[in-house]
C-alpha cells in the first residue's frame, strides 16, 4: 500500500512539546516563535523529517501555522481543516486561528502584545512572509528576530533523517521538450530580468527543468535538490549524489555540475561577493537566501521564478499523456465503483474501499502498461459524517462502516508517468434521503457551470468561481474551500500559480491542467464533493460572438451518480451536459474495462437521465 492507515497525530505530547519551546524563549530573546507547515523547500507536502508543526502540535493537515507565545498558543488553519483541527490537537494548549480571514500578521497586529519579539526561522519562511509580518510587528513597536537555529529540532528527539529517495529521469516521450532546451530559456528569462543569475528554489521547478522526477516526499516525485542557472554559463545542481544512478547520474552531468546541497549557501555568497545580481522568487525562496546575498554585497533581483508559468501551461505531449492517463484512471474508477455498487450495503469499511481501490488502480495499470507509481495524496475516503471533514484522513482508529442510508465521498488520485490524476465522487449507499440528493445536484450544477464555462483572455480564477457556487449561494449555502487547484504533469497534485478562488489572481491561460470540485459539507451529517479534472483550452471564435472565448475541455471520465441527481434541478444546457458527459464516458472507458459485468454497470452508470 502507498497509503499508511497509521495513526500519525499525536495531541497528547502537545503541551510538554510547546512547554519546551517556550523554556527556550529567554535564551533566544524572544517572546513568540512561528511553527509554519512548510519545509526548507517551501513545500506543502514535506518529507518525515521536516513535519514539525504536526511534532509540535498534533495536526497532520498540509496547511497551517503554529503561533507559540508565552501564555497562549494558535494554530491558524484555513476552512478544509477547522474540524481536522479540533480532533487533532489538544484545545487546553492551542487555539484555533483563520489562517485565511486573520493570519498570523493579522493577528498579532490586532492581538499581539506591545513590543512583541517574535522569533522565526528564515529558512522556513519567504520573503514575502517576512514582511508583512514586519509591518505588523511595527504597528506594536515590536520586532523580528532571525533565528540562527530552529529550536524546535533541538527539542525533537528521534526525529527521522532526511530522505534519500531515487532520482528517475522524465524522457522527452513523456515532458515534450528537452531540459537544454529549458535550460536556455531560463537564462533568457534571467538576463531579461537583469539579472546574472537564477536561484532555483522550488523541487518543482527543478524536477521540470532538469526533466526528472524524484521520491523524497509522500506522494509526489519531487527531488528535494538546488539548483543556480546563469544567464550565460553552465548551470549548477544541488543534489545528494547518492539519489542518483548511474544512468541518472550520467544524465544531469551533461546539463549541469552536480554538488552536495551542504555548497549552495556557500555559491550563492560567492557570487553576490562577486556584486552579482541574483534573481530570487520572493514567494517562492526562503528569507534567508535573500540575507545571504545582500551580506555579500550581491544584489537582490525579485521576479517570480521563470519556471513556473511554463510549467503550469502544458505542452502538447503532456495533455496527451495527461489525458491517457485519465482514461486509464477512469477505467480504474469504474472496476472500483463497480464492486463497490455490487457490495452488501453495510458489509465494507473506509479503509477496506481504500485499499480496494489502490488495487484496482495497479490492476488496470499492468494491464494497461502503465504502472501505478503512487497515490497522489492519501485517499479521502468519508462515510456519512466523516464525508463533513474535507480533508479527512481514515486511520485504524476512526475507520468506520460505510453505513446503507447513506452518502460515500472518496476524494483519490495517482501517479502515472504521464499524469497526475485527480477525483472525487460521492456515491449513494442505499437510499439516502432527499434533502442529500437536493444538496448534491446543487453542487453538481457548481460543477457543471465551471465545465461550460466560456471567457475572455484576461480570466483570472476569482473571475469563475462564483460559477461554482451560485446555485449553493441561492439556495442559503456554501463551501469553505478554494473550487479549483492547479495539477502537475507527473508532479504534485497542487500546483501554483493557476486556480479557481476567491483569492485567485493568476489569468488562465492554455494548457493549464485545474480541478472542478465545488462541494457541500453539514458537519456531523454529510458531505458532498464532485470533482473533475479540466484544461484551458485556447481561445476559439463563438458562433454569433464578437471575441474570441477560452473555455475549459474535461480530462476525467467516470459516471456521476444517477441516482443522486435531481433532474428537475437542473436546467436543459445542465442536462444536456450531464447526458453528454455520460454518453462519452461510456463510449471511451468501456474498452478499457475488463469484463462484460463491469461494462454492463457501466452502461447503466452513464444512462441518460430525462425529468
Not at 132 to 141: D, F, P, S, V
Amino acid at each position: 500500500m502507498f497509503q499508511s492507515f497509521d495513526v500519525t497525530s499525536t495531541p497528547q505530547y502537545g503541551r510538554e512539546r510547546a512547554d519546551a519551546l517556550r523554556a527556550s524563549f529567554d535564551a533566544l530573546g524572544i517572546d513568540g516563535f512561528l511553527v509554519p507547515r512548510a519545509d526548507e523547500y517551501q513545500g506543502e507536502y514535506v518529507p518525515a523529517s521536516a513535519e514539525r508543526l504536526s511534532w509540535l502540535t498534533g495536526f497532520t493537515g498540509s496547511a497551517g501555522v503554529a503561533l507559540v507565545m508565552r501564555g497562549q498558543a494558535v494554530v491558524f488553519v484555513d476552512g478544509r481543516y477547522v474540524t481536522q483541527l479540533a480532533e487533532q490537537v489538544d484545545g487546553s494548549v492551542y487555539t484555533g486561528g483563520d489562517l485565511v480571514g486573520e493570519p498570523p500578521h493579522l493577528w498579532l497586529q490586532n492581538h499581539g502584545p506591545k513590543g512583541f519579539r517574535l522569533g522565526i526561522d528564515p529558512w522556513l519562511h519567504t520573503a514575502a512572509e517576512v514582511r508583512r509580518l514586519e509591518k505588523a510587528l511595527a504597528t506594536l513597536g515590536g520586532n523580528l528576530v532571525f533565528l540562527p537555529y530552529n529550536p524546535l529540532d533541538k527539542a525533537w528527539t528521534n526525529r527521522p533523517a532526511e530522505p534519500l529517495g531515487r532520482v528517475t529521469i522524465q524522457a522527452i516521450d513523456h515532458a515534450g521538450e528537452l531540459a537544454r532546451d529549458k535550460l536556455v530559456k531560463m537564462a533568457e528569462a534571467t538576463a531579461k530580468a537583469g539579472a546574472d543569475a537564477l536561484a532555483v528554489t522550488d523541487p518543482s521547478s527543478i524536477a521540470w527543468i532538469f526533466n526528472i522526477r524524484g521520491s523524497d516526499v509522500p506522494h509526489t516525485p519531487h527531488p528535494l535538490a538546488r539548483a543556480i542557472i546563469p544567464a550565460d554559463g553552465r548551470p549548477l545542481l544541488f543534489l545528494d549524489k547518492r539519489k542518483t544512478g548511474i544512468e541518472p547520474e550520467a544524465y544531469l552531468t551533461q546539463l549541469a555540475d552536480l554538488l552536495p546541497p551542504a555548497d549552495f549557501d556557500n555559491r550563492i555568497a560567492a557570487l553576490a561577493a562577486e556584486g552579482k545580481r541574483i534573481l530570487i522568487d520572493p514567494d517562492q525562496a526562503p528569507f534567508a537566501l535573500g540575507e545571504i546575498v545582500r551580506s555579500k554585497g550581491g544584489t537582490l533581483v525579485e521576479a517570480a521564478d521563470p519556471a513556473r508559468l511554463p510549467r503550469a501551461c502544458k505542452n502538447s505531449v503532456e495533455l496527451q499523456g495527461s489525458a491517457r492517463a485519465h482514461l486509464q484512471d477512469g477505467a480504474a474508477m469504474v472496476e472500483f465503483l463497480a464492486w463497490l455498487d455490487g457490495t452488501t450495503p453495510g458489509s465494507q469499511t473506509e479503509i477496506t474501499v481504500t485499499k480496494k481501490l489502490e488495487e484496482v488502480r495497479r490492476s488496470v495499470g499492468e494491464r494497461q502498461q502503465n504502472p501505478l507509481k503512487d497515490v497522489s495524496f492519501d485517499s479521502i475516503a468519508g462515510a456519512g459524517a466523516h464525508a463533513a471533514i474535507m480533508h479527512y484522513r481514515v486511520t485504524t482508529d476512526t475507520d468506520a462502516t460505510i453505513e446503507p442510508g447513506t452518502m460515500f465521498l472518496i476524494d483519490s488520485g495517482a501517479q502515472y508517468i504521464n499524469g497526475t490524476t485527480d477525483i472525487t465522487r460521492t456515491v449513494a449507499i442505499g437510499t439516502v434521503p432527499e434533502e442529500q440528493k437536493r444538496f448534491f445536484t446543487l453542487v453538481l450544477k457548481g460543477m457543471i457551470g465551471i465545465s461550460l464555462a466560456r471567457f475572455p483572455k484576461g480570466t483570472r480564477g476569482c473571475d469563475l468561481d462564483p460559477l461554482a457556487r451560485i446555485a449553493l449561494w441561492k439556495a442559503g449555502a456554501d463551501f469553505a474551500h478554494g473550487t479549483g487547484h492547479g495539477v502537475g504533469s507527473y508532479l504534485s497534485v497542487h500546483e501554483g500559480p493557476q486556480r479557481i478562488s476567491r483569492l485567485s489572481t493568476q489569468e488562465l491561460l492554455p494548457g493549464m491542467i485545474l480541478s472542478n470540485e465545488p462541494g457541500y459539507y453539514r458537519p456531523g451529517a454529510f458531505g458532498i464533493r464532485v470533482e473533475n479534472l479540466v484544461h484551458v483550452l485556447p481561445a476559439t471564435a463563438v458562433e454569433g460572438g464578437d471575441i474570441d472565448m477560452l473555455g475549459f475541455e474535461t480530462l476525467t471520465f467516470c459516471p456521476i451518480d444517477r441516482r443522486l441527481v435531481v433532474a428537475n434541478l437542473l436546467t436543459d444546457e445542465e442536462l444536456i451536459w450531464l447526458n453528454a458527459y455520460h454518453a462519452e464516458t461510456n463510449e471511451k472507458i468501456a474498452p478499457l474495462l475488463s469484463d462484460d459485468a463491469t461494462k454492463s454497470w457501466l452502461a447503466k452508470a452513464t444512462a441518460p437521465i430525462s425529468r
